[in-house]
Each structure stands twice: as structure tokens, then as C-alpha cells.
């Protein structure tokens, strides 16, 4: 039985380590599907609340629209504290327009707190497919 | 003989979980021990009468990290019997495979740690490397490798495509290999025997008297298996078998968590093989209970978990209490580790596989009157014992 283990620290001899050498080589990839970073489509977003009714880390907030838009008659949006998020994706279940842009990132550490609120804006001009 | 008393936690490199074993040896052998918890708890259960039922779902995943899905799965379920809610049958299938993947990655976690307290390292840093393979099977179904939140309440959050269940299906190949493997490692290996034979032996009948659940108490001889007994989820449509053994002993408990990886690898295989069609994510979310009470339980890695759940129709619980697997089986346990040497303490208790996040949210424990003397390292080293 040592020989089997013997061959197996044997055959790691020659293999490239399984670790990985980050953040110097960001190799890290992550299965299809990863509940990432997401914030609001504010073309869809029509200010229901629901997000935020759910949230289980109060990470999301509602905040006053910089500018009227037509499907939005209640004139909030939601902002997703990433800080605070537990990244479930309750918001993105709950959302009955299917708002929520959801991406793979999950590279968040920073020196400020980040939200969602510059990034959600930015989807007023660009259509939402930021 | 002079009796000393070592303090072995919170924080300790050999325990891994912020708990205290006060241990007091006469020389090498182990006299008495006491277990001292309290270090992690976070008012979960308070929370969750705060909070509505969805909420209260994400809340109970997170009591614990490694058995989160079965967390939630113990809560869902029974409020899904509160509100009266059935889960399609291929929501069923889905969150099996997300409790098995899991039970698979957490029994290889406990292997790994057992290797690396008994010293020996390069087993622990291979177990690990392979585990990698179950945890991102994991994150391709739920979509992150730890925390699973794929339970909703009437159905799953996300379906299984073709692509993925080839992807499972290959990686679950490699992983029994290299599950088959570790457990020849562990069946032959002479420090393995060692370190771990004979030590900490809970006798049949003693294991039935303190109540442990899981395979700390299938490793002693007792067929005893929530998923048999009491099927939930898929489990009554899938053919299992409750692995067992009879010595009682440090090693015979992971030999069991090894037999019941191999198992769930089986049991994950067919719920992805025989996945039934059929809708799984449902179209809208129940939010109202009827008032009423409800026990409902689970076999997660560590044991029996059991939430108890009363409504009286609000949109919070009223109450719900958890009583998980690991706080029966380190609580009740102080007396197996009397006899052995000090080396011995974290091989027995490490083989219980104790959750301590689990096990910490309300709980008391009375000091006892007299004089408690705590001896450093540094002291100790200076004390001759004679």
C-alpha cells in the first residue's frame, strides 16, 4: 500500500501544480452560469420594489431616478450593495421583467464600497446591454 | 500524579472550528474532558422569526457553509407542508443531486482533515485537489461552489441542461476513482491504522444511549439513515444502500463516510440518469402559511437535522428551531475520549466531523464551582511530571 501512494506522489512529480498562481496569472475561470455581479436593466426596471422587499442581506435598495422613464411610473430603481450581497439571486428570481443583468465577475475587492448605481445608470443610454 | 489541565481551542491549529476542549491528562492519558462552546454563535434562530419565509430560506443556509443545501432544504420543506405546496418531482431529483454533491464534498473534507491531524499532509493536500472536482460540480449546477441557494419554495431556481448533465456525468467517473482510491489509502495505509484503530470506540449500545446521529452512529453498528427511514425529496425512488460498520471506532466513522461517498456518487448519478421531465422552477412564489407546527428532518453529512417550525399565519415563522447533527455528537461524547492519550484528543474528535457553526446558536453551559488553572504551553513545558 506505501507503493501506491509512492506512485501517486510519483506521477505528481511531473504534473504542473493544481494550484494557481493568482493574482499574478489570472487564470481563474469559473463554471458557466456563476452567480456573479449583477445589477438592474434600467430600460426593463419598472420600479416594483420586490428586489428589495427580498432581499435576506437588505444589500438592495430603492433610489430616486435621475429622470423620468416611461415604463418606470414610480420613479426608483434598485441599487445592489455588493458589499452586503450574498449573491442568492433572489432578485434576479423574483423579478417579474426579468430586469437583472447578471455577469460571471466575481473579482469585487476594493478600496471603496461598490454598488450598482453608476453601472445601472449607464443602462438608461446603452440599452441594457452593457 | 499531578493532574494537569489543557486548554485545546478555541483557536487551535489542530481543531480547524473555534471550540474548547478542556482537557485534563495525568501524564500522556486523558482524565476527564469538558466541552466548552459558545464562540460562534449568531442568533440564527432570532433572525429567521424576524425575517419572512423567503428571506428566512437564505438565513437558514446559512447556518452552516459545508451542508448549506440540506439547511435549506430541512426549511423549505417544511414550510413548503405549512403551505401546503408540492415540489414537482424534477425539483425533487435536482435538489438531490445538490445534497449529494455536497455530502461527497463534505465527507472528502473531513478526510482531508483527518489526514492532516494525524500528520500526514500530502493525503490532505490530495484529497483536496480532488475534492476541487465536486465543489465546481457544485457551482456548474447551482451556480457558486459553496453556498448552493438553488431551493425555492414549490421547485428549484434552476433547471439542469443537457451540456451540464454530460459534464456531471464525466466528473462523477473521475471522482469514484479517485473516492475508490483514497478509501484503499485509508483501509491499508499502517499510520492511518495506526493513528486511528481502536481509538475512540463507541460501543452499540453506548451510541444508542447518548443519542448520536449520522455515521457516528452507523460507524457503530446501527442502520440508521433519515433517507431510509423517512425518505424526503427523491429519495423513496432511489435504490441506496445504508453503509454500516461495527467496530465503533475512529477509523470504522470515516470508512463509513468513505462507503457512503461512493453511494452518493451512485444516488447523484441517477438523479442526473433518471431526471424526470417535467417543470422545476416554479412560476410563482407562495408566501402565505396556514397556522400550524411542523418537525421536519434530514440526513445531512453529519447526521439527523431537524427544524421545528410553528406559524401562526403571519409572513414571518413564529418560532423555528434547529437542532443540528454535530451538537448531539460532540456534546454527548465528552466521555470517549477518557483512556486515550492527549495525541489522541483531535483524532477523536475531529472524527465525529464537528460542525461547530452548526451547533452554536442558543445554548448555556453552567462552569463548574472551583478553582480552574490554566498551565501554558511554556509552563508546561517546564513541569515535571512525576
Known amino acids: ?75 426608483i430603481f434598485p441599487v445592489v450593495d455588493y458589499g452586503k450581497c450574498v ?37 438608461i443610454k446603452g440599452g441594457g446591454s452593457a | 500524579m499531578v493532574i494537569v489541565e489543557i486548554p485545546i481551542g478555541p483557536q487551535h491549529p489542530a481543531l480547524h472550528e473555534p471550540i474548547m476542549l478542556k482537557v485534563r491528562t495525568e501524564g500522556e492519558e486523558v482524565v476527564e474532558v469538558s466541552v466548552n462552546t459558545g464562540y460562534n454563535h449568531r442568533g ?58 455536497e455530502r461527497i464534498h463534505s465527507h472528502m473534507l473531513v478526510a482531508a482533515v483527518m489526514a492532516e491531524i494525524i500528520g500526514f499532509d500530502t493525503l490532505f493536500m490530495l484529497l483536496m485537489r480532488d475534492r476541487e472536482r465536486v465543489m465546481y460540480l457544485k457551482e456548474l449546477v447551482t451556480g457558486n461552489r459553496v453556498h448552493a441557494d438553488i431551493h425555492m419554495l414549490g421547485g428549484v431556481k434552476r433547471d439542469l441542461d443537457e451540456v451540464r448533465r454530460d459534464r456531471i456525468l464525466s466528473e462523477l467517473k473521475i471522482v469514484e476513482e479517485r473516492i475508490k482510491y483514497y478509501m484503499k489509502v485509508f483501509e491499508e495505509d499502517y499510520t492511518i491504522m495506526k493513528r486511528l484503530s481502536e481509538v475512540g470506540v463507541i460501543r452499540k449500545s453506548e451510541a444508542l444511549r447518548l443519542s448520536i446521529v449520522g455515521p457516528t452512529l452507523r460507524a457503530s453498528g446501527i442502520k440508521s439513515d433519515v433517507r431510509s427511514d423517512d425518505p424526503y425529496a427523491a429519495y423513496s425512488e ?30 447523484a448519478r441517477y438523479t442526473v440518469e433518471k431526471l424526470p421531465q417535467g417543470p422545476a422552477i416554479p412560476k410563482t412564489i407562495p408566501r402565505a402559511t396556514k397556522p400550524g407546527e411542523v418537525i421536519s428532518r434530514v440526513e445531512a453529512p453529519r447526521g439527523e437535522l431537524l427544524y421545528h417550525i410553528v406559524s401562526v399565519g403571519g409572513a414571518n415563522p413564529y418560532r423555528v428551531k434547529i437542532r443540528t447533527p454535530s451538537f448531539l455528537n460532540i456534546l454527548n461524547t465528552e ?18 466531523d464537528p460542525c461547530i457553526s452548526c451547533t452554536e446558536r442558543v445554548m448555556v453551559i453552567d462552569e463548574k464551582s472551583g478553582k480552574k488553572t490554566y498551565v501554558s504551553m511554556r509552563d508546561l513545558a517546564r513541569v515535571r511530571v512525576g
Open chain 1, 1 to 75: 500500500m506505501r507503493l501506491a501512494l509512492l506512485r501517486e506522489i510519483l506521477a505528481n512529480l511531473a504534473r504542473k501544480p493544481a494550484t494557481l498562481k493568482y493574482p499574478v496569472a489570472r487564470e481563474v475561470t469559473v463554471a458557466p452560469g456563476f452567480r456573479g455581479k449583477h445589477y438592474a436593466d434600467l430600460v426593463k426596471c419598472i420600479g416594483c420594489s420586490l428586489c428589495a422587499v427580498d432581499c435576506p442581506a437588505n444589500a438592495i435598495t430603492m433610489e430616486k431616478l435621475p429622470q423620468p422613464l416611461k415604463q418606470n411610473q414610480r420613479g
Open chain 2, 44 to 101: 440564527i434562530e432570532k433572525l429567521l422569526e424576524k425575517n419572512s419565509w423567503v428571506r428566512g430560506m437564505y438565513i437558514s443556509g446559512r447556518v452552516c457553509g459545508i451542508c448549506n443545501a440540506v439547511h435549506m432544504q430541512t426549511y423549505v420543506q417544511g414550510v413548503e407542508k405549512l403551505m401546503g405546496v408540492e415540489p414537482p418531482p424534477r425539483a425533487n431529483y435536482i435538489r438531490t443531486l445538490v445534497m449529494e454533491l
Open chain 2, 335 to 352: 466521555k470517549v475520549y477518557i483512556g486515550h492519550r492527549l495525541a489522541d484528543v483531535p483524532v477523536i474528535f475531529a472524527s465525529y
Open chain 1, 87 to 123: 449573491f442568492c439571486y433572489q432578485c434576479v428570481f423574483v423579478c417579474p421583467v426579468k430586469a437583472y443583468i447578471v455577469t460571471e465577475v466575481f473579482e469585487m475587492a476594493d478600496h471603496v464600497i461598490g454598488t450598482s448605481r453608476d453601472i445601472s445608470l449607464s443602462t
Open chain 2, 238 to 267: 432511489i435504490p441506496f444502500n445504508v453503509v454500516s460498520r461495527d467496530e465503533g471506532d475512529s477509523w470504522a466513522r470515516m470508512m463509513v463516510r468513505f462507503g457512503e461517498a461512493l453511494e452518493s456518487v451512485s444516488i
